[in-house]
């Protein structure tokens, strides 16, 4: 920590994708945070939600000791009753009748270990996360253009670009730092173009030079049409696309079917004029970033929405250098450190998976486990639908808090208070989630834990603990070693220390690598413990031929696929899998607000972060309201075939006439019916398995 002075413990904020360096100095009268200057990520800037992190370091409301069905116990004895558990189950039933779902919100060590864990020892590949919500769907797509799971623009491109382009976020709210670094840039410059592509208009459009609210669902179209108008343009780079590029022209006549701007303007229900002020300012400008998040991914064809924005990108040769690419944002922060070590249930560890049998026995062969998974396991919709059927037995969820965020969230509860045996370790005592534990163990928050995080931008950061942990709550890497111990795999897992995890993640990255995988931070694998506790943030790949880390990817045009090529992807664009209908005639949208995390479990309790947003509101356009006879301010009613949330009405001019919004963190404890994921359908891509929580067709009645 060369940069911090006695008193400032330099760590990084536990909230979104962006990564803030945050410097906490930590007196007799409390914590003051501030952001880190000297982080690249944010360079000193916080939003709202960082800024209050001090507010939520007080133990109220944690889980400060294990319990099991209620009563207090020992650590020994949660400890010995979970590894007891889920040893009978694996004895009785085998090893794919039990599960973990983990969480974007782990630190990659103890990520590293559960899914360790899991794939190497109990031989199952049962282990999901919640990222499977997140950004899935552009892992998949990643990994079907470039041959790996690769982020090849960093944050400074969105700065240098001429054309940013945002579609599918909120970045204003879900990635606000972010935001503040493209809106300062763009200040500088005013000649930087802005393009947001989103159904409703948000604080995101502030900033924009143009704003296509296209209908629900239409973005491959937008994106096929738009490849369609640079090829017809000529504004292809015809040298790129023969030296670097694979499956062009399957792509271009997939994209024909898209037809020429008329037809794109109609399915996507925009003015033709929009249409062709976007196509032809992407057409004309070399140095464009597009960014991607939630709205893209959160579909039945996510994977192909992703695709589609990729090879507009390819087939410019608008990637790998300064000032372009494509960009997909990640919600949680360490949803990238997750899927570094293979934290996703198709993945295997450092960035390989099933689909090779080299890549199993090499995992086999470093870990010595004998007993490794050779088959993906079930992604998160899946997983408890396999709850629910009574095929897995025992669960254990770390960190998140599915009975609220999982889609269908009524029946994922009703699944997990059935379930034999439910773990679940948190730093909160009292979620809907934790309601349903039979064994509940209490893990270090924010300010206690100590690790790494990787941000959007592939950059580990320190994590470090600032305060001594609350009550009997322990780090969850801690808490997962010692069960694998109990359970007969010490000579696996002996663990004492984050320090010694993650060297041996970083060995695992480079082990017979050989520039074969883009995940390699081989040169971090010699830290010692002192290095490692003073490691600065760097971005991946760190290795022999990068020892400093590497800001861009792909540059030199050589792809991780087996001709080394990319890929364009022939997309065909498919609607939402459920249509509104006469019983359920509008579409619900969901997304963040700006003041909340998640479930709200920390930022829900700072007053000044609740005084944003006070309670849930659904956001309906005046000529919905008048149809369905809703007073602005008044209570209504939201029911889907899933199920039925209470919410105030908020008219809007913001919103698309035929759709509504409904902000997702709301939950049981703050106000009756509120879970906005009830009543979202169980409904996934066929690749990524990430669900469509974007479009569930509801009615809206005054209540
Ligand atoms: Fe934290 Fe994200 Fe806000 Fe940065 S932008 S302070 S990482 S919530």
Not at 513 to 519: E, I, L, V, W
Request: include cysteine.
């Amino acid at each position: 920590q060369s940069l911090n002075t006695p008193n400032v413990t330099r760590t990084t904020c536990p909230y979104c994708g962006v990564g803030c360096g945050v410097a906490a100095n930590v007196t007799a009268a409390g914590a003051v945070i501030t952001g880190d200057k000297f982080h690249p990520a944010n360079f000193g800037r916080l939003c709202s939600k960082g800024a209050a992190l001090a507010e939520t370091l007080d133990h109220d409301g944690r889980l400060l000791y294990p319990l099991a069905n209620g009563q207090r116990i020992s650590w020994d004895e949660a400890l010995d009753q979970v590894a007891h558990g889920f040893g009978r189950v694996i004895a009785e039933h085998g090893p794919d009748a039990v599960a973990f779902y983990v969480s974007g919100q782990l630190l990659t060590e103890d990520y590293y270990v559960a899914n360790k864990l899991m794939k190497g020892f109990i031989g199952s590949a049962n282990i999901d996360t919640n990222s499977r919500l997140c950004m899935s769907s552009a892992v998949a797509a990643h990994k079907r253009a470039f041959g790996a799971d690769v982020v090849p623009v960093c944050y400074e491109d969105i700065e240098t670009a001429d054309l940013v382009v945002i579609t599918g976020s909120n970045y204003a709210w879900a990635h606000p730092v972010l935001y503040q670094r493209l809106a300062a840039a763009k200040k500088a410059r005013p000649d930087m173009w802005v393009v947001v592509i989103d159904p409703r208009r948000t604080p995101t459009c502030d900033i924009a030079d143009l704003h296509l609210a296209i209908a629900p669902g239409s973005d491959a179209h937008l994106f096929n049409g738009l490849l369609n108008f640079i090829r017809r343009e000529d504004a292809l780079d015809l040298a790129y696309i023969e030296a670097h590029v694979e499956g062009f022209a399957a792509a271009f006549e997939a994209a024909r079917a898209a037809g020429s701007i008329p037809k794109v303007a109609q399915v996507c229900g925009i003015p033709e004029a929009e249409v062709s002020e976007f196509f032809r300012l992407f057409a004309r400008t070399e140095r464009t970033v597009t960014i991607f998040s939630q709205g893209i991914n959160q579909s039945s064809s996510g994977v192909d929405k992703g695709n589609a924005i990729i090879n507009v990108h390819l087939a410019t040769g608008r990637i790998g250098r300064p000032g372009m690419g494509p960009f997909s944002v990640t919600g949680q922060p360490n949803a990238m450190g997750g899927r570094e070590v293979g934290g996703l249930a198709n993945q295997l560890a450092a960035h390989l998976d099933f689909s090779d049998a080299t890549g199993i026995e090499l995992v086999a062969r470093f870990w010595n486990a004998p007993r490794i998974a050779k088959a993906p396991g079930l992604k998160a919709v899946e997983m408890f639908q396999a709850i629910a059927s009574g095929k897995i037995k025992a669960v254990w969820i770390m960190g998140t808090n599915p009975a609220v965020s999982m889609p269908d969230a009524d029946r994922v509860r009703a699944a997990l208070l059935d379930c034999e045996l439910v773990v679940v370790s948190d730093c909160v005592r009292h979620t809907d989630t934790t309601a349903c534990a039979d064994i509940l163990l209490p893990a270090g928050g924010w300010g206690e834990k100590d690790g790494t995080v990787t941000n959007s931008e592939r950059c580990i950061s320190r994590q470090r603990s600032l305060l001594p942990t609350a009550g009997e709550a322990r780090p969850d890497w801690w808490i997962i070693t010692q069960v694998a111990q109990r359970m007969g795999f010490a000579e696996a897992f002996p663990y004492t220390r984050q320090a010694q995890i993650f060297r041996e993640h970083a060995r695992l990255s480079g082990f017979e690598n050989r520039g074969r995988r883009a995940f390699d931070i081989g040169a971090l694998a010699e830290l010692d413990d002192a290095q490692y506790d003073a490691l600065q943030p760097v971005q991946w790949p760190v290795n022999a031929q990068a020892p400093g880390g590497t800001q861009r990817l792909l540059a030199d045009g050589h792809f991780y696929t087996p001709s080394g090529k990319a890929r364009m992807l022939a997309v065909v664009p498919r609607l939402p899998a459920v249509a509104a209908d006469e019983s359920f005639p509008l579409v619900l949208n969901t997304g963040r607000s700006r003041d909340q995390w998640h479930t709200m479990t920390r930022t829900g309790k700072v007053p000044r972060l609740n005084t944003h947003e006070a309670e849930p509101y659904v956001q309906i356009h005046a000529s919905d309201a008048h149809i369905h006879r809703l007073q602005h301010g008044g209570l209504a009613r939201l029911t889907s075939r899933n199920g039925v949330m209470l919410v105030r009405v908020q008219v809007s001019e913001d919103q698309r006439p035929g759709s509504v919004f409904v902000t997702m963190h709301w939950n049981d404890a703050y106000a009756r019916s509120a879970r906005v994921d009830a009543l979202a359908a169980p409904v996934t891509d066929p690749i990524s398995g990430q669900p469509e929580s974007k479009h569930t067709p509801v009615r809206v009645e005054s209540y």
